[in-house]
Each structure stands twice: as C-alpha cells, then as structure tokens.
C-alpha cells in the first residue's frame, strides 16, 4: 500500500503545468491560481469516482495484483468488448496526456538553458525547441526501454514527489522571511501536512522499492550537482562570456 501511493500521487502530477505558460495567460495574478486549484479538485473528485468504480466492478482477487485494472473492471461489467473498448480509450487519453508533455517539457528545458542552467543548444531562441524535444525523446526512450511499467511508474512518482517536497520547503523558508504579508491558504498546517506524507510516501518507497528510490535520489543529486556548476559559472563569469 506504501508503494502504491507513490503511483497514487503520480496520477495527479501535471496540476502545476499551467504556471510553465504563465507568460501567455491572460491575468496571471487571477488565472493561474485558479486552474491549479480548480483543475486539481476536478481531477480528485474525477480519481475518487473513477476508482470507486473499479472497486465495485469486479471481485478484490481479480483486481489484486494487476496493472490493467480499468480493462478488468470493464470486462466484469461488459464482457471482453467492454475490455478492449475501455483499453483504447485509455491509450488515447495517454496518447493526450505525452502531446502535452512533449509541448510543456522541452519549453522548460529551453527556458533552463537560456537561464545558463543548461546547455545553450537547448535553447529556443525564439523558434520551437527542437533540441530540447530531441533530448526528451532520446530520455523518454531510454527509460522505456530499459524498465517495466511499474518501474517507471514507482521512480518517477519517487522523483517528483521529492521534487514537489523541495517546492513546499522552498514556499515555508519565503513565508518564514516575509512573514503574513505572503498569503499562504492554509498556512502552516496544510505545508507541513503535505511535507510529513511525503517523507513518509518516500520511505514507504525507499524500504520497498530499493532500486527504483536509488536511481530517483541519483537523478535529483545529478541535477543539483550541475545546478551548482551552473551558479559557479554564472557567478565567476557575470554577465560576461565565459572562455571555456
């Protein structure tokens, strides 16, 4: 159960997606704020009935243990062409959800590397990031090739959460600074809650799924090590070209 609430939470990555367009939305004050609080309670009502319909579809054994659940539970209500209709229909959601990866992603990327925290080549230049969509293939493939499904699942909802948890630290050390003239809605108690279950999601993990934990803490180690070559640079060249 510790493990699966690492995918749990996986399911709900994308509601900060809106603030990688924040540039080109209309209000920014108003608007974004809205879409990640509306979008993520539309996405938690959608999850809870979704799964209740999952739960109540077929027997506990036949749902234990399996990675296709919806295709099950669909094949308990409506025979095998249910089954196969359901699958199609979620392939295409996925199909969705990586077009929108693959337009958000490498803008981010690009946005890096024009910051001097990444690789120039990366960035856009004011034309569409083809290195930084090239390079998100490249990794994207690497990593299907070289795990399962569950694998994949377990070390990027283990990386996010991590990256999520630095977020909410970074948000209460700038509270902390500025004091109540920063608005934080819940203030403190829904950081702290959001902080202790996801240390306690990540131990899960850690104790659980060993492998898959270590190659999560290598990824945010090897970004924080070129994070900090990347200050050193900036800081030793100013506003300067550097040499080397």
């Known amino acids: 159960m510790g493990v699966s609430l690492v995918w749990v939470s996986f399911s709900y990555s994308g ?116 290195n930084a969509i090239l390079l998100q293939g490249v990794l994207a493939l690497s990593l299907l090739w070289s795990s399962t499904f569950d694998q994949l699942l377990t070390y990027i909802g283990f990386t996010l959460g991590l990256s999520t948890a630095a977020t909410v630290v970074g948000l209460i050390r700038i509270r902390l600074q500025e004091g109540s003239q920063l608005r934080v809605p819940g203030w403190p108690w829904a950081p702290s809650s959001f902080l202790l279950a996801t240390l306690a999601i990540t131990g899960f993990a850690i104790a659980r799924r060993p492998k898959e934990s270590l190659a999560g803490l290598a990824t945010i180690l090897v970004g924080l090590l070129a994070w900090a070559l990347a200050e050193s640079r900036r800081k030793r060249c100013g506003s300067s070209p550097c040499a080397d």
Do not use: C, H
């Not at 939305?25 to 009502?45: D, F, Q």
């Open 15 to 130: 509601w900060n997606a809106t603030i990688y367009i924040g540039s080109e939305v209309t209000n920014p004050e108003r608007n974004p704020p809205r879409a990640l609080l509306l979008g993520t309670a539309l996405v938690t009502l959608l999850y809870l009935a979704l799964n209740a319909v999952f739960v109540f579809s077929a027997p506990s054994d036949q749902l234990a243990g399996k990675l296709d659940v919806s295709r099950v539970a669909a094949t308990a209500l409506g025979g095998p062409a249910w089954g196969n209709m359901v699958s199609a229909l979620v392939a295409l959601v996925l199909v969705s959800s990586v077009s929108s990866l693959i337009m958000a992603g490498p803008r981010v990327y690009a946005r890096m590397a024009e910051d001097g925290y990444l690789p120039a080549f990366l960035a856009a230049r004011n034309a569409p990031p083809v």
